[in-house]
């Protein structure tokens, strides 16, 4: 590292030129002399979001960032997918998949003092999955549905029931909403539990102080002993202090990091990116495990009940161009409609190929000509589409106009509607009366708890307007559903991504990106868990 | 808002308390009633708008909630009443001073409230304060200074600074004071440069309206004979302007400030905003993007509160500013207007 008596803005300019160049050896944290400690980073976000009752904001996006300074969970879950044991040291499960056992890490306790032992672990895993509606504190949407109890059969084990095999269970311990919570903050009524100063857990980090809306002061405990072993680091953090503070402006946030004010900025845009590189700051785009970025179609309106036009769709994309244009290079291709770095996901590149010729043969094929000014047209009506940028995703208009002019090419008439996050949630939904396709930006836990959302069969979705007619992607669902085994599972995993993507039910765009972090050079050390959000838990900050 | 007949009693009885009592009594029973429709008014207008605070965030599909499990949560939040059962909770609540909790963060609305008022009073306070020195300070050299020495382009300032907004100096000061010069840092808003260069972004737009009426009465005062004879015994422009002009012609000024309050409020809002500070500017911007009644309704009765306020001291204010109001017959005085003129021809006529 290089050392400066007057940290400036040049200073780090220069440190940055210095790391740009030593950034292929191995971290600092892993020098023979030991990490650096200590330093404060400040992290500049859009916003903290509403609220801080846990149970109603572990699986916001804002205050997830937070929640993985101030609690463990029971799993580490990686940014590949991988589930590696962290509170929970081991675990096993019976042949049905509906019985799970729990064994707790000694030693570990929560900020107040009480030992995180199995009481503690069932009163969070009741809560996560009941909530206390009646007192304002929601259940957590994505903890499986399936849970029946759990008990505590000695101090370190805990048994969990679930109604039907639920192979998710265990990566559904390591993703936000599973943040272990003190049983004497759980029992407190949401309007205390919304004091995010009152609220104990057992993360590498304490809450100093807080401003609603403002910002989130950290400071590290000192105490502590539990990290993830999958992140090679166990003892208290490096980082003193982590401050999280609100700029809402992103160009403010960024300039606040090239002027050396703050360490990190949250949520730059993708067009800043480039210079930002290259100036040497680290950009970080990590993906979250879940779905590309792109269309469940509504097979129920036409032209889109005719498989040729869906197919026409798939190949008249070109992905590449989406990249080059509204992306960078960070972002990557889609190989299936779920990410690539989800367990489970298969290459299905091919099925995704541009191919504009292929595209206009189907189109043909399916009786739609050309017709004035380009436009196909099928018994007088014209081919049209129309898209609903999904608010959610900053740069999803962005895309729909690219795709609008690459369908336009092949006689597409492509409207393009974008609507605020409340109405867009009133208007548009998954085969919608007037919804031939649904912008999907969605994470999920478990590659196998995507197949029983696609059909309407047990409140699934139904994304594609198929109810329970394909008989097919019904067989899919069941088996998916009944595995007991991840060997058994996936094959059948495959054969789904083959089957919708060939069918055009569902049309990626790109993989997604939605967590952008732009980070002075002299930070280092940070992870990126399977959410994508950062930790700074191994950070540590040069000059 | 202000009775043309004010001060009327206290003409006829010589012991001015009685009246005043009276007087003051009326306007805060008026206060009481704006305060109420504005609560009203928040209420209707938040519960016309499509959606709620709840399903708002629970239909975002990322969260995974089921239909039921939303029924069940909107239902335990009372959102499935009837509005006017809703309306007469909150109101009956409000009545007995119980602002609740915010639907957004669960938190006292209270709690929520005194948070972030110390930091907008101050932002107010010291906009407040630099509207009315660069006011004078222009005021003041649009009688020192020759018109072609440059007293034009000062009484052009006020025009130029109307036509600025408040978000536009913020930035500029920002870049140039934040980032360029490093006077303050961009992420702590409340030290004390950031404020100092915050307050000044939101008191230029304020200075300007002050300084024309300021201008205006003035260049009235100035044409007055007593100015002329002033003159005539050879006293300077200085002082004349600091003894003679300024206290007549500052009258109006304490009427102006009592309206810009609204605009002290709604300009700290944005100039919150761009400086990232946490005032009641951002809370409102986050319950209303929330539909977070509860902490609206308790603002907008706050900021009615402030203003209803501000204008009754502005009222009680004047005779204290003029003596000839207790003098002689100030019925008719300046009453429902807030411009120079009506001080003026007050003047004229006592005078």
């Known amino acids: 590292m290089t050392e400066h008596h007057f940290p400036s803005r040049r200073g780090l300019l220069a440190a940055a030129a210095v790391l740009a160049g030593t950034s292929a050896l191995p971290l600092p944290a892993l020098a023979a002399d030991g990490p650096r400690k200590g330093?404060?980073?400040?992290?500049?976000?859009?916003?903290?979001?509403?609220?801080?009752?846990?149970?109603?904001?572990?699986?916001?996006?804002?205050?997830?960032?937070?929640?993985?300074?101030?609690?463990?969970?029971?799993?580490?879950?990686?940014?590949?997918?991988?589930?590696?044991?962290?509170?929970?040291?081991?675990?096993?499960?019976?042949?049905d998949a509906t019985e799970f056992t729990l064994h707790l890490k000694e030693g570990v306790t929560f900020s107040d003092g009480t030992p995180l032992d199995a009481a503690a672990v069932v009163a969070n895993l009741d809560i996560w999955h009941a909530g206390r509606i009646k007192e304002g504190i929601n259940p957590i949407g994505l903890f499986p549905k399936t849970y029946d109890r759990a008990e505590a059969v000695d101090l370190r084990t805990v048994k969990v029931h679930f109604k039907a095999p639920t192979l998710g269970f265990i990566p559904t311990l390591g993703y936000h909403g599973s943040i272990l919570i003190s049983p004497k903050t759980l029992a407190k009524p949401a309007s205390q539990q919304a004091d995010l100063a009152r609220t104990a857990g057992s993360g590498p980090y304490l809450v100093a102080a807080w401003k609603e809306g403002d910002f989130v002061k950290l400071v590290k405990r000192k105490d502590y002993k539990w990290g993830p072993e999958a992140v090679g680091h166990t003892g208290p953090a490096y980082l003193d202090s982590i401050t999280y503070k609100v700029v809402t402006e992103p160009s403010l946030r960024v300039a606040a990091v090239q002027s050396g004010q703050a360490d990190i900025a949250y949520n730059a845009s993708p067009q800043e990116l480039k210079p930002l590189k290259e100036a040497g700051f680290t950009v970080a785009t990590p993906r979250y495990l879940g779905f590309v970025n792109g269309?469940?179609?509504?097979?129920?309106?036409?032209?889109?009940?005719?498989?040729?036009?869906?197919?026409?769709?798939?190949?008249?994309?070109?992905?590449?161009?989406?990249?080059?244009?509204?992306?960078?290079?960070?972002?990557?291709?889609?190989?299936?409609?779920?990410?690539?770095?989800?367990?489970?996901?298969?290459?299905?590149?091919?099925?995704?190929?541009?191919?504009?010729?292929?595209?206009?043969?189907?189109?043909?094929?399916?009786?739609?000509?050309?017709?004035?000014?380009?436009?196909?047209?099928?018994?007088?009506?014209?081919?049209?589409?129309?898209?609903?940028?999904?608010?959610?995703?900053?740069?999803?208009?962005?895309?729909?106009?690219?795709?609008?002019?690459?369908l336009g090419k092949l006689g597409w008439k492509v409207d393009i509607r974008a609507y605020d996050v409340v109405t867009f949630g009133q208007k548009v939904a998954f085969g919608g009366p007037a919804v031939p396709a649904y912008e999907v930006t969605r994470s999920f836990i478990d590659a196998g708890t995507v197949a029983s959302i696609l059909t309407s069969a047990n409140n699934g979705e139904n994304w594609f307007a198929l109810g329970d007619s394909d008989p097919t992607?019904?067989?899919?669902?069941?088996?998916?559903?009944?595995?007991?085994?991840?060997?058994?599972?996936?094959?059948?995993?495959?054969?789904?991504?083959?089957?919708?993507?060939?069918?055009?039910?569902?049309?990626?765009?790109?993989?997604?990106?939605?967590?952008?972090?732009?980070?002075?050079?002299?930070?280092?050390?940070?992870t990126y868990n399977g959410i994508a959000y950062a930790s700074y838990y191994t950070a540590i900050k040069g000059e | 808002m202000r009775p043309?007949?004010?001060?009327?009693?206290?003409?006829?009885?010589?012991?001015?308390?009685?009246?005043?009592?009276?007087?003051?009594?009326?306007r805060l029973l008026q206060a009481v009633a704006v305060i109420l429709l504005a609560y009203l008014f928040t209420f209707v207008v938040v519960s016309i708008l499509p959606g709620d605070p709840v399903t708002n965030v629970l239909r975002d599909p990322q969260n995974g909630f089921t239909e039921e499990q939303i029924q069940a949560i909107v239902a335990a939040q009372g959102l499935d009443q009837p509005i006017p059962v809703q309306l007469w909770t909150s109101l009956s609540h409000f009545l007995t001073g119980d602002f609740g909790l915010s639907m957004r963060s669960s938190r006292p609305?209270?709690?929520?409230?005194?948070?972030?008022?110390?930091?907008?009073?101050?932002?107010?306070?010291?906009?407040?304060?630099?509207?009315?020195?660069?006011?004078?300070?222009?005021?003041?050299?649009t009688q020192l200074v020759p018109t072609r020495f440059g007293g034009g382009a000062l009484r052009a300032l006020p025009s130029l600074?109307?036509?600025?907004?408040?978000?536009?100096?913020?930035?500029?000061?920002?870049?140039?004071?934040?980032?360029?010069?490093?006077?303050?840092?961009v992420i702590e808003p409340d030290s004390a440069w950031a404020t100092a260069f915050a307050a000044i972004a939101l008191g230029i737009p304020i200075?300007?309206?002050?300084?024309?009426?300021?201008?205006?009465?003035?260049?009235?005062?100035?044409?007055?004979?007593?100015?002329?004879?002033?003159?005539?015994?050879?006293?300077?422009?200085?002082?004349?302007?600091?003894?003679?002009?300024?206290?007549?012609?500052s009258l109006p000024v304490v009427t102006v400030i009592a309206l810009t309050v609204g605009e002290v409020l709604g300009g700290s809002l944005i100039t919150e905003a761009v400086f990232g500070r946490t005032g009641i500017g951002s809370l409102v911007q986050r319950s209303a993007a929330a539909q977070d009644l509860p902490v609206l309704q308790a603002v907008v009765a706050l900021a009615a509160l402030v203003f209803v306020l501000v204008n009754l001291v502005a009222d009680?204010?004047?005779?204290?500013?003029?003596?000839?109001?207790?003098?002689?017959?100030?019925?008719?005085?300046?009453a429902d207007t807030a411009d120079d003129t009506a001080a003026a021809d007050l003047r004229t006529v006592t005078g």
């Open chain 2, 207 to 249: 200075s300007a309206q002050i300084a024309e009426v300021l201008i205006a009465n003035l260049d009235h005062e100035a044409r007055q004979d007593y100015a002329a004879v002033a003159r005539s015994r050879g006293l300077g422009q200085a002082r004349l302007f600091a003894r003679h002009l300024l206290k007549p012609s």
């Open chain 2, 109 to 141: 609305v209270a709690t929520l409230i005194a948070e972030v008022l110390p930091s907008t009073l101050i932002l107010a306070s010291a906009g407040l304060a630099v509207a009315l020195v660069v006011a004078f300070a222009i005021a003041y050299g």
């Open chain 1, 39 to 95: 330093g404060d980073v400040v992290f500049l976000i859009d916003s903290l979001g509403p609220t801080w009752i846990p149970n109603n904001s572990a699986i916001s996006s804002f205050q997830g960032h937070i929640w993985g300074h101030v609690t463990d969970k029971l799993a580490y879950v990686d940014a590949d997918g991988k589930v590696s044991p962290w509170l929970a040291t081991r675990w096993e499960q019976n042949a």
């Open chain 1, 295 to 406: 269309w469940a179609i509504n097979t129920r309106l036409p032209p889109y009940n005719d498989v040729k036009v869906r197919q026409a769709l798939q190949a008249g994309i070109d992905r590449q161009e989406i990249i080059d244009t509204v992306y960078t290079p960070d972002w990557k291709l889609a190989t299936s409609f779920i990410q690539s770095n989800v367990p489970g996901a298969t290459d299905h590149s091919a099925l995704l190929s541009y191919d504009p010729a292929k595209a206009e043969r189907l189109l043909d094929e399916a009786g739609w000509t050309r017709g004035r000014g380009g436009i196909r047209t099928k018994d007088g009506k014209p081919l049209t589409l129309t898209l609903y940028s999904n608010p959610y995703l900053a740069t999803s208009k962005a895309v729909d106009e690219l795709v609008a002019q690459q």
């Open chain 2, 316 to 334: 009680l204010v004047y005779p204290l500013l003029d003596p000839r109001l207790t003098l002689v017959g100030p019925p008719r005085r300046r």
């Open chain 1, 473 to 526: 992607l019904n067989d899919l669902r069941d088996r998916i559903a009944g595995a007991k085994s991840h060997e058994v599972r996936a094959p059948l995993l495959d054969e789904l991504q083959r089957y919708v993507l060939e069918q055009g039910y569902y049309i990626p765009r790109t993989q997604i990106v939605q967590r952008i972090y732009v980070q002075s050079p002299g930070l280092k050390g940070e």
């Open chain 2, 161 to 185: 600074f109307l036509s600025v907004p408040n978000f536009v100096i913020g930035l500029v000061l920002i870049h140039a004071f934040g980032f360029q010069l490093g006077l303050f840092r």
């Open chain 2, 4 to 26: 043309s007949h004010r001060m009327a009693a206290g003409q006829r009885n010589p012991d001015m308390r009685n009246p005043y009592l009276i007087y003051a009594a009326k």
